[in-house]
């Protein structure tokens, strides 16, 4: 398989993006990797794309996935293992990818320390039905405890297309947001990339991130001269953060 990825003509170099700060690489505790094997075909294919280190960000979504810090650095350990006898010179890190649930709001009344990307820095979504009515007060408490939330994916909740002012809003808040790469392209659908482009239009775009969960994403993540030009026109701006993690 990993043959088959350097064969590929018109191979995009994701290096310039530094690192990946969004994947579910960690295996068999959300719906991301099913198994270490699988881990290391998705980390050998990311690693053909540029990559060199990972911060990956396994759920933590009490309905689906009950991960807690323990379940994530054992799957961690597991994998850090795999990687070392496979011989991949690869960083790898973990954090997670919290939804704003109960169960999120019972983390921050118990004062629990919470798997940060970086320092401060928390990866948080929200559903793709609709947004929490707290949504603000939710990330003021964070902020109020020292985190700083980094919103996943702001373009793949389709219902902001009717309310895109509430973008600025979570701006004036201080939240920063992360891009999916795949939204630069149709793979989400065509109301994913056009949010992706408002928001990309409005400078409000901080980090860039994969993602990853499956073989299909590695795949789609052969992006075209298009979304690469993009992707430049990000970097070159200053304001992407991947490289200061």
């Known amino acids: ?10 191979f995009p170099d994701l290096s310039v993006i530094g690192n990946d700060m969004h994947s579910h690489l960690l295996p068999g505790i959300d719906d ?5 094997e699988t881990s290391i075909e998705l980390i050998r294919g990311m690693m053909a794309l540029g990559y060199k280190k ?7 979504y009490w309905d689906l996935y009950q991960n807690t810090p323990e379940t994530i650095q054992a799957a961690h350990t597991e994998l850090r293992a795999a990687v070392t006898e496979a011989g991949l010179e690869v960083d790898i890190h973990y954090a997670a990818e919290y939804f704003l649930d109960e169960h999120f709001d019972e983390l921050l009344e118990q004062d629990a320390p919470l798997l940060t990307i970086k320092d401060n820095l928390i990866l948080v979504e929200i559903s793709f039905i609709n947004a929490p009515f707290d949504l ?13 939330p980094i919103l996943a994916h702001p373009e793949r909740y389709a219902y902001m297309k009717m309310n895109k002012e ?23 659908g065509k109301i994913t990339n056009e949010l992706a482009n408002y928001l990309i ?14 073989h299909r994403h590695l795949d789609a993540l052969h992006l075209g001269t ?3 030009d993009t992707v430049h026109r990000l970097l070159d701006s200053g304001k992407i953060k991947n490289n200061t993690l």
Not at 136 to 148: A, D, T, V
């Open 1 to 10: 398989m990993f043959e088959l990825f350097k064969k590929k003509k018109n």
């Open 32 to 36: 991301g990797s099913p198994d270490t």
């Open 54 to 60: 990972f911060v990956t960000t396994p759920h933590i």
């Open 136 to 148: 603000k007060e939710i990330l003021f408490k964070l902020q109020m405890k020292g985190y700083q």
């Open 166 to 188: 509430f973008y600025q809003t979570l701006k004036d808040t201080g939240c920063l947001f992360q891009l999916n790469l795949l939204s630069l392209t149709n793979y989400y």
């Open 201 to 214: 239009k409005k400078d409000f775009i901080d980090f860039l991130g994969t993602d990853l969960h499956h």
């Open 226 to 228: 298009s979304a690469m």
